[in-house]
């Protein structure tokens, strides 16, 4: 004799309402209750509105490039981070375009792989000075001079990552004596108890160097100079020394990933930018060494770099001399001057 369609539906709920106690003792429901977002598959999450319109402008960023400082102006200092992130990975960063979109609310920076000269980092470190973590590496127009002035201006930098080419490993070994920070107490027991208020010059707050390629003679001198500095930390769960790793210090993530994220990676695929992915680990026999005429050059262009401001003023100071000379020895100079003054002079009195 079949059982009824009401009695069927009944016994199935019971066992239902059985199976839900068993499995959860402390409901007080008879029926569960079913949770279809547990069975659907997660959807990822659409794209903002912001994300949108950098991506149609990071497509078309080489034709308006030229005019990036009159459209940035009302621009948040997010937006600019992205679009300045973009413009690296479209091969259109330079020293125009970092000065144009910079802003001293950045705690981050990122050029590397760039056309970015001293020049231009000179004056985005003036006004960024709260950066605490800069990207420099494979930057072959960047020289110690460059580095000197990031040191100088930027008081709360923690991690800088460096070297990546031949040019810019030359630079960093160049750069160690303004990077190591030195002592004003030269008493003191030892690195690790010092204040920043105890360290003078140099990169005072400098605590994490990523250079995949560093050579064994500058990872000794730091060693045993500036142990402070822990040069191409290993991610450990244990953190390195007693200190958690800082996210910004694990060299096979780019600086800017966060800033991007959100954005189409077609926005820049027409230019086959790839991320990059460097191991720490890199031996230092695969770099390329730089040839004796080359490294003359970098010299010579950091040296001309240095002295540039001291010509200008030794050439205003000449002008000036000549100026004095020629009146000395010209007669109608003398008498224009002349002439020149009494006027003034007249006119005073009156």
């Known amino acids: 004799m079949e059982r009824p369609a009401e009695e069927i539906v009944s016994a199935s709920l019971k066992k239902l309402a059985l199976i839900s106690t068993s499995l959860n003792p402390n409901s007080s429901r008879s029926i569960p209750t079913l949770q ?6 997660q959807k990822g999450r659409p794209p903002s509105l912001a994300s949108l319109c950098l991506g149609v402008l990071g497509r078309h960023l080489d034709d308006v490039i030229g005019e990036l400082s009159e ?3 009302g621009f948040p200092a997010h937006i600019k981070l992205a ?3 973009i413009a690296r990975r479209r091969k259109l960063l330079n020293d125009d375009v970092i000065v144009s979109l910079a802003d001293s609310s950045w705690e981050i ?11 231009g980092l000179a004056e985005v470190s003036i006004i960024c000075s709260q950066i605490t973590a800069v990207d420099i590496s494979r930057c072959s127009q960047i020289t110690r001079a460059g580095v000197a002035e990031l040191a100088q201006h930027c008081k709360s930098l923690q991690t800088l990552r460096c070297g990546g080419c031949p040019r810019s490993n030359y630079t960093a070994r160049r750069s160690l004596g303004v990077l190591k920070p030195k002592l004003i107490d030269l008493e003191g027991d030892s690195w690790e108890e010092l204040d920043a208020a105890e360290i003078a010059h140099g990169a005072e707050s400098l605590r994490w160097l990523i250079w995949p390629m560093i050579d064994k003679n500058s990872q000794e001198t730091l060693a045993a100079e500036c142990p402070r500095i822990i040069v191409n930390p290993k991610p450990s769960p244990l953190g390195f020394r007693g200190l958690e790793v800082p996210l910004e210090a694990y060299a096979d993530i780019p600086l800017d990933n966060s800033v991007v994220k959100d954005i189409n990676p077609t926005t820049w695929a027409v230019c086959g930018f790839v991320p990059r992915s460097v191991s720490p680990s890199v031996s230092e026999n695969t770099e390329i060494e730089l040839s ?3 490294r003359f050059r970098l010299a010579f262009v950091e040296r001309d770099t240095r ?4 010509r200008a003023k030794n050439a205003r100071q000449h002008q000036r001399r000549a100026e004095r000379e020629m009146l000395m020895s010209s007669t109608n100079a003398k008498a224009i ?4 003054r ?3 002079s007249f006119h005073g009195k009156t």
């Open 36 to 41: 279809p977002s547990r069975f659907r598959r």
């Open 71 to 73: 459209i940035s102006v």
């Open 83 to 85: 679009i300045v992130a």
């Open 109 to 119: 920076l990122d050029i590397s792989g760039s056309d970015v000269t001293d020049v």
């Open 292 to 294: 004796m005429a080359e």
């Open 307 to 310: 002295l540039a401001p001291k």
């Open 337 to 340: 001057a002349l002439a020149s």
């Open 342 to 344: 009494a006027t003034k």
